[in-house]
């Protein structure tokens, strides 16, 4: 069957979203089940908060750094090609990560399968767009999104279990027998496309410019956190002069790894803006929600991941379903609605005190923050990738990923030093019972700002108006 004809209900067509939901999960589930290990890798490496959050924040960078050229590569050199050369980088990165014997050897090793999970998102969502037949699209993303978030959000759950059956090295050690199996399910049965306009050369300036702005920046916020702030100030400002000449550089390109002219369509737009915000809340709420759970609460790590299930539920349910809400009635109002159960949800859970119960305390706020994040996952993806033509699918899905992740990246990377938490804070537990409602008040404003953002730069029409081509 010919590239842009698969049916959704077809057996070729459900192939295509089992192997490219299965390929995403992998970066995804690793962006969200390393939370729940941190206090042991804490306790067995004898780690510290700013080590701890390199763990998280070194897979992000790199995700953040390389994603959009993940997703021109995509275009350039073929949608299958590099989504299996990513899984297979991913997979080899994740025994260097189950093997390591220290901090550093286990950051490097995170920094590595960044490179690889950026590679492998933005081409499965690629395949998808430029697989499909335009009528069936918006379920197939529908049910991209759905199982795919399911992987993040089953994150926590997933660790725990492991953590607490063997060790935190089973939470990396699990994604070899995954990677192997998507490469073979991939090589049968996904479809090979490219953009055959794309430019034949590499914005390598552009993607090194990339690196060394997004990693000053993270690693100024992480020292700003830890109170050294002649460090992040010189850290920041390489960051502010590599983004700067990032932003030239693409401007100048003959074939920019990010083309500008993305951003001058609206929609396109405020669905980043929006996903900046949303995955911003949900990263900060996941990173600090699972180690309060257990550091405060004295919860095992398998009761702090299995507290996160809601979330995994309602995205599961609600992601399909609002694919056709959004197609038929515009995603305006989900996207209204969506950030605002998540700054609710949150909002719910900065009320926890250390005598609140795991049930009665914390299932309320998980509960309302997992039905938002189900009502906006599939709208806020379609409206990105729908607002570009089919032939930019590949980057228009980088950026849209590189927004989620670099979210995650900033707010992971802040938010412990916004709310007090910085030094052995997120090991103290009263410490940490003291800042942590202030970081979920603070996760709580930019999700309700995404829903601002929805109200005012969002059309109430249907999602197929305004493309850039």
């Known amino acids: 069957m010919a590239v842009s004809e698969l049916v959704y209900r077809s057996s070729a067509g459900r192939w295509v979203i089992a192997v490219t939901v299965l390929g995403s999960a992998l970066g995804f589930l690793d962006a969200t089940v390393v939370n729940v290990a941190l206090p042991a890798i804490g306790e067995d490496l004898g780690a510290r908060t700013a080590g701890l959050q390199w763990v998280l924040t070194g897979y992000l960078l790199t995700l953040s750094s390389f994603i959009l050229v993940g997703g021109a590569y995509a275009d350039r050199f073929g949608r299958r090609r590099v989504f299996m050369i990513g899984t297979a980088w991913f997979t080899l990165a994740s025994v260097g990560c189950a093997l390591a014997p220290t901090v550093p050897v286990l950051v490097a090793a995170r920094l590595l399968q960044g490179v690889g999970a950026a590679l492998v998102t933005p081409g499965s969502l690629a395949i998808i767009e430029s697989s499909f037949r335009r009528s069936d699209r918006s379920r197939a993303i529908g049910a991209w999104a759905g199982l795919s978030g399911v992987g993040a959000a089953a994150g926590p759950l997933v660790g725990g279990v492991l953590v607490d059956a063997g060790s935190w090295r089973w939470v990396f050690a699990l994604n070899v027998p995954i990677g192997a199996a998507v490469l073979l399910v991939a090589a049968r049965h996904v479809p090979e496309s490219r953009d055959p306009d794309a430019a034949s050369g590499l914005d390598v300036p ?117 694919g056709t809400v959004s197609e038929r009635w515009g995603p305006r109002l989900p996207l209204v609605v969506g950030p605002s159960l998540v700054a609710a949800g949150t909002l719910l859970l900065s009320r926890l005190t250390p005598q609140s119960s795991p049930a009665g305390g914390v299932l309320p706020g998980v509960l309302v923050f997992g039905l938002g994040l189900g009502v906006t996952v599939t709208p806020v993806t379609s409206t990105a990738l729908a607002s570009v033509s089919e032939r930019h699918s590949g980057v228009a899905s980088g950026i849209n990923n590189a927004t989620a992740r670099l979210a995650s990246l900033l707010v992971v990377a802040a938010l412990p030093g916004a709310a007090g938490l910085g030094g052995d804070g997120l090991e103290d537990p009263v410490a940490l019972a003291a800042g942590f409602g202030t970081a979920m008040v603070l996760a709580a404003v930019l999700a309700a700002a995404g829903a601002v953002l929805a109200a005012v730069r969002i059309g109430p029409e249907p999602r197929q108006v305004e493309q850039a081509g």
């Open 206 to 322: 552009g993607a090194l410019l990339t690196v060394v702005g997004l990693g000053g920046l993270t690693y100024a916020v992480i020292a700003a956190g830890a109170g050294q702030t002649a460090v992040a100030l010189a850290a920041g400002a390489a960051a502010v002069v590599a983004l700067g000449a990032f932003v030239v550089r693409e401007h100048r390109a003959a074939s920019p790894m990010l083309p500008m002219a993305l951003f001058r369509v609206r929609r396109f737009t405020a669905a980043n803006l929006i996903t900046f915000a949303v995955y911003g809340a949900l990263g900060g709420v996941m990173f600090l929600l699972v180690v309060y759970l257990q550091v405060v609460l004295g919860c095992s790590a398998l009761v702090a991941g299995a507290l996160t299930v809601p979330v995994t539920l309602a995205v599961l349910v609600l992601s399909p379903t609002m």
